[in-house]
């Protein structure tokens, strides 16, 4: 390894370390975990310093509650009200009783009238025994039993006509229904009375107490109960400012870069040692890093701000974008790694490594199924779920104390940027020229211009195309690999055959349409120029993708679909016909690469079956379990899986997937009687 590839390979690992190391915290820590109902497992505690003991969210809550009671509604006469009332009823004809009506308005509006549910305009005036009534720019404390209720009001109207009238005109004031001319003309004023409460909401002192230096906290085996986890609490909060970084600022960034240090290596080692072939293609080895930068930023630099606010970032975003491109398994794994420096973090670091650990790994498993349009919601949604039932679980054993409704709304808007954000996914496919599945599918429409001119050219070979492509697929499912990979591998490992189609028989006879074999193209060649001109369509085919901006992990099926195996026909016609030289093998041997991944034994394996069943004249279960056996056997022969990650029970299982495609591609049917 020269110089340069020695910078890039370690580039990303020394940009980490220096990130982590600028953002981690330099101040004091505090040195004690604890929870409330659980035994203090440290040293005897006492204080280093004096410090007031602040009062909790729910306690100053509580006495925002309290003085809200307390404060005493500020109410409007109303002028207005009075005098419409008023007008009204000198627009009834009552002859003599109109001046007598008006009087008893007067004198009822004089005191006031409340509406009888006090508690629909929002004031508190039912809890109350006085409100203030603003009248002519001045408020005066009146007793809320010497102003009228509505409907008190309106009996007492009544009552008082029918005192000085006959029973003639009691009966007219009733038909009238004089007793609807009172309105409320005492209103609630919102306005003055929350400036009122907020004015009284700054006399809350947010502390209870004090404690002074060397007083004692808690002692060693002690129970941590409500009242010590508030001095607890408080000294922590209060620790860092107080006593400042004990170390020197030397050693401090020193500690910082060594847990750097450990961090990163820590991702370059699981890559070297459980995801060697990821390490060794940069492409993937600085996507991989680059995310874990985002999340140290994420985890290191959040919490500066609100330690609350990490509920809100959606880490099960980065499951997602390690599964768009990589196996499942191993984006669990890395995806576990990438979050760890959330275990740094200043507060509930753990607890939110847990919850996020659990969604991110639940939400790999399940994307796969839901990513398709509004589906992904619903992932978004179970992700919720399952980060809930785990926050509520760390609640319910006191690991977490506070606010429970803004650290939900917190994960479900988590959840749904993870949702949001997965159009990332496109943006860093193009970045760092990497493929997810959704651009696999897009090179499998049969309306992609390189298929549609496989068609056109080489028919038959695009028909093999089709059939290697479903049966590869059929057996992916069965093991475990990602499907949409081995169609596309599948739909273009022939793709070279473009550039000399009637050189595969295939596209003979629908090229020419002729099944003539006295005009083959081989008739008249020599074996070694036929299995030259053969084997070039691995060569072809790559130079074709590169020229159409194929992805490499789909060059990669061209080059390992024949592996390095040799032209047996041409090579035995070499021999036995034209009394060739057994040494001169290489020439008819593919140069192409042996398979590596499981989808690239799969795809060989198809290709081959797919092409040498057709000369099949028995179709029994166990001429296909032996068809399908020497087959395998014979690439194995060839050495063609000595570099293949796939282990032998995984083999087998394709076999067995390819026996069952070929039992239910050639199942028997009906013979139809002809009409006579």
């Known amino acids: 390894m020269n110089f340069t590839d020695r910078v890039k390979k370690y580039l990303p690992v020394l940009l980490a370390l220096a990130l982590i190391s600028v953002c981690l915290p330099r101040g004091a820590r505090f040195p004690y975990e604890y929870s409330k109902g659980r035994e203090w497992k440290y040293e005897t505690l006492f204080a280093q310093f004096d410090f007031p003991i602040y009062k909790t969210s729910e306690q100053i809550s509580a006495e925002k509650a309290a003085y809200t009671r307390k404060v005493i509604p500020y109410y409007n006469y109303s002028q207005e009200v009075v005098n419409s009332s008023l007008d009204r009823a000198r627009s009834l004809d009552l002859g003599p009783y109109s001046s007598l009506l008006q009087s008893s308005l007067k004198s009822i509006y004089s005191k006031g009238v409340l509406p009888d549910d006090l508690s629909a305009d929002g004031s508190a005036a039912q809890n109350s025994e006085v409100i203030y009534i603003q009248r002519d720019k001045r408020a005066e404390k009146v007793p809320i039993q010497e102003v009228y209720r509505l409907s008190d009001a309106r009996a007492r109207l009544l009552s008082g006509l029918e005192t000085v009238t006959d029973h003639s005109a009691d009966s007219l004031f009733r038909a009238l229904q004089v007793q609807n001319l009172l309105v409320p003309n005492v209103l609630y004023d919102k306005q003055t009375t929350e400036l009122v409460i907020s004015e009284s909401d700054m006399e809350i002192s947010p502390t209870s107490g004090y404690v002074s230096a060397g007083q004692l906290i808690v002692s060693e085996g002690e129970l941590v109960t409500a009242q010590i986890a508030q001095m607890l609490d408080s000294y922590k909060k209060e620790y860092a400012r107080n006593l400042g970084s004990s170390a020197s600022p030397a050693l401090t960034l020193l500690g910082n870069i060594l847990l750097g240090l450990a961090l990163t290596l820590f991702l370059f080692f699981v890559l070297k040692i459980c995801e060697p072939k990821l390490s060794r293609d940069s492409r993937y080895y600085y996507y991989i890093f680059t995310l874990f930068g985002l999340s140290v930023l994420a985890s290191l630099i959040v919490p500066r701000f609100s330690p609350l606010i990490l509920f809100f970032v959606p880490y099960t975003l980065f499951a997602l974008m390690l599964q768009a491109f990589i196996e499942r398994k191993e984006a ?63 609640r319910a054993a006191e690991f977490v104390t506070g606010s429970i409704w803004y650290p939900i709304l917190g994960l479900f808007l988590s959840s749904m940027l993870s949702v949001a954000g997965y159009p990332l996914v496109f943006l860093c496919e193009r970045l760092f020229n990497l493929v997810s599945d959704n651009r696999l599918s897009e090179l499998c429409d049969m309306s992609n211009p390189l298929i549609r001119s496989l068609e056109q050219k080489a028919p038959g070979t695009f028909q093999h195309s089709l059939q290697v492509m479903n049966m590869a697929d059929f057996v992916a499912r069965s093991v475990d690999v990602n499907p949409d990979l081995v169609r596309a591998g599948a739909l273009y490992h022939d793709i ?145 899986f000595d570099d293949a990650q796939i282990t032998i029970s995984e083999l087998n299982a394709v076999k067995e997937a390819l026996k069952q495609y070929l039992a239910q591609l050639n199942h028997e049917r009906v013979v139809y009687p002809k009409n006579k």
């Not at 939400?363 to 785990?390: C, D, E, N």
């Open 496 to 640: 070279g055959k473009i550039n000399n189609p009637l050189c595969f028989i295939e596209n003979e006879c629908l090229i020419s349409g002729s099944d003539d074999r006295e005009h083959s193209y081989h008739k008249d060649l020599p074996a070694a120029q036929s299995a030259a001109d053969i084997v070039r369509h691995v060569t072809d085919g790559e130079q074709i993708a590169r020229k159409h901006h194929l992805p490499p992990v789909v060059i990669g099926f061209i080059r390992s679909h024949h592996g390095t195996t040799v032209v047996k026909f041409f090579y035995n016609k070499f021999l036995k016909q034209e009394g060739g030289d057994a040494s001169k093998i290489d020439e008819f041997r593919y140069k192409g690469e042996r398979p590596v991944t499981k989808a690239q034994v799969i795809v060989m394996l198809c290709d081959s079956i797919e092409a040498a069943s057709r000369t099949l004249k028995t179709h029994t279960r166990e001429a296909y379990s032996n068809f399908v056996e020497g087959i395998v056997e014979g690439k194995m022969q060839e050495g063609q």
């Open 332 to 394: 669990a794994l890395l995806y576990l790694v990438i979050i760890t420096p959330l275990l740094f973090s200043q507060s509930n670091g753990a607890i939110l490594f847990v919850m996020f650990a659990i969604s991110g790994v639940v939400s790999i498993y399940i994307f796969p199924h839901f990513r398709q349009g509004w589906k992904q919601f619903l992932s978004a949604l179970i992700t919720f779920a399952v980060l809930t039932v785990v926050y509520l679980a760390f």
